[in-house]
Nanobody, 113 residues
Framework: QVQFVESGGGLVQPGGSLTLSCAAS????????MNWYRQAPGKEREWVAG????????NYAGSVEGRFTISRENAKNMVYLQMNSVKPEDTAVYYC??????WGQGTQVTVSI
């Protein structure tokens, strides 16, 4: 079955960097556009970034454009989110997905002094 396992979250100071990883399984990963989403306390889940199946196209939410980079390794069924110059407002649980109804447990990112 479809499964996503996110990792790499943690506590980071403002201005710092963090790389999130997502291991996907249960579908033909190399044919699916993958996305990162996040959900902050008390807010709805929002889309953060997306990457096409062959990495030809990448898109970002305006709030992270220029700071975050999405990438993928189709041979390993992995998708990544490199987070640079993080801000307190980036604090959230981060999820990856390929437009499926099943979600992983997410990984918590906390940006704080």
């Amino acid at each position: 079955q479809v499964q996503f396992v996110e990792s790499g979250g943690g506590l980071v100071q403002p201005g710092g960097s963090l790389t999130l990883s997502c291991a996907a399984s249960g579908f033909v990963f190399s044919r699916v556009t993958m996305n990162w989403y996040r959900q902050a306390p008390g807010k709805e889940r929002e889309w953060v970034a997306g990457i096409s199946a062959a990495s030809s196209f990448r898109n970002y939410a305006g709030s992270v454009e220029g700071r975050f980079t999405i990438s993928r390794e189709n041979a390993k069924n992995m998708v990544y989110l490199q987070m640079n110059s993080v801000k307190p407002e980036d604090t959230a649980v981060y999820y990856c997905n390929g437009a499926f109804s099943i979600w992983g447990q997410g990984t918590q990112v906390t940006v704080s002094i």
